[in-house]
């Protein structure tokens, strides 16, 4: 008897132990498909990879804003948009590059998403999200005005990239910390 | 019997009667040619620190102690098995797409600085996965030398 009771015990507090590690990143993947509010310019190209690169922009924006909930909802609709995407039309080099940066580009995005109570982890994936952006955009056009910007003190000195549809710089790393960190190093067309 | 013991007793016979769900094992035994110490080098010491600290989680072959065999213990552990090796899988780590391996080098620095690997509820268990100063600064370093390898291969 005292043995079970033991046992049930230790069990408890495993439980307790290994479900408070995972309550704080497993919440917020209720809404993939809602579009957040944020005006993004528009233009009257279009691209192929409009809806991702729109949701790029939303999460750039709500990481400029400190906003973790909304980073999420735009990682979310990324997620979206890479699902819908019609890769079957899809020939050359456009092939290439898609196959290339999708799995990469679309397991950031879903951590972004589920990370909305955690920034500092949702800005370390929004660095490698930027660099698999920017090669699509690269192989197919931006459909509008669109910079990357480059900020040399994130990462620890290392520096890190993003894409910007605005000319002025505000940066997605710091936010209000450090708004007017990094420069325009490219303009995309 | 008084309403206490009641509920201990009912307790007790939930507890005894999920021991007998035993989750399936993650034990393969083999070292994959798709195995991360086949795509870049990883030094002994690097190796050794993967082993005790993240392949319970993070390869093919988890290392299972006794206390698995009570229920829900052994549950915990299958699912953060399940959930580790979706995110990354030292096993296949050969198979992912350039892209996805530098990101993964990547990860494992930041998930390290950041000290949110290993997870806090496995450190708490086993104590030697709880990584020194030292060997956080090899992984670290290791990561970003097997990341540059990477790019220039690329």
């Known amino acids: ?189 | 019997m008084s309403l206490i013991k009641k509920i201990l007793l009912g307790f007790l016979i939930v507890m005894m009667a999920i021991q007998f769900i035993q989750p399936a094992r993650n034990k393969n035994g083999q070292v994959m040619p798709t195995d991360i110490s086949k795509t870049v080098n990883v030094p002994g010491n690097v190796l050794a620190v993967f082993k005790t600290a993240c392949y319970d989680c993070h390869s093919n072959n988890t290392r299972y102690p006794w206390y698995v065999n009570i229920q829900p213990v052994g549950w915990m552990l299958a699912h953060h098995v399940k959930e580790g090796k979706e995110e990354l899988n030292f096993s296949e780590f050969g198979s992912y797409s350039a892209r996805r391996q530098i990101s993964k080098l990547r990860s494992i620095e930041n998930s390290i600085r950041d000290g949110s690997m290993p997870l806090g509820s496995y450190t708490i268990i086993h104590r030697n996965a709880q990584l020194t100063k030292e060997e956080k600064a090899l992984i670290i370093n290791w990561a970003r030398l097997a990341k540059d390898s990477l790019f220039n291969r690329k």
Not at chain 1, 108 to 136: C, P, W
Request: proline share 3%; net charge negative.
């Open chain 1, 1 to 189: 008897m005292k043995y079970f009771l033991l046992i049930a015990a230790f069990n408890t507090i495993i439980l307790i132990a290994c479900n408070n590690a995972n309550s704080t990143t497993s919440k917020s993947e209720n809404n993939v498909e809602t579009k957040k509010e944020t005006p993004v310019q528009e233009t009257n190209t279009t691209t192929p990879v409009k809806d991702i690169l729109t949701g790029y922009i939303q999460l750039k924006n709500a990481l400029i804003a400190d906003n973790g909930s909304d980073a999420a909802a735009a990682g979310n609709s990324m997620v979206g948009a890479f699902q819908k995407f019609d890769k079957s039309i899809l020939a050359g080099n456009q092939k290439k590059t898609y196959e290339d940066v999708e799995d990469d580009a679309r397991e950031h995005a879903e951590h972004i998403g589920k990370n909305g109570g955690n920034i500092t982890h949702q800005r370390e994936h929004f660095d490698m999200l930027s660099k698999d952006v920017y090669e699509l955009v690269k192989a197919f056009n931006a459909g509008q005005a669109l910079y990357q910007d480059s900020c040399p003190m994130y990462n620890g000195g290392k520096g890190a990239t993003w894409l910007s549809e605005t000319k002025e710089i505000k940066n997605p790393y710091f936010g209000k910390k450090m708004p007017s960190c990094g420069m325009v190093t490219e303009e995309l067309k």
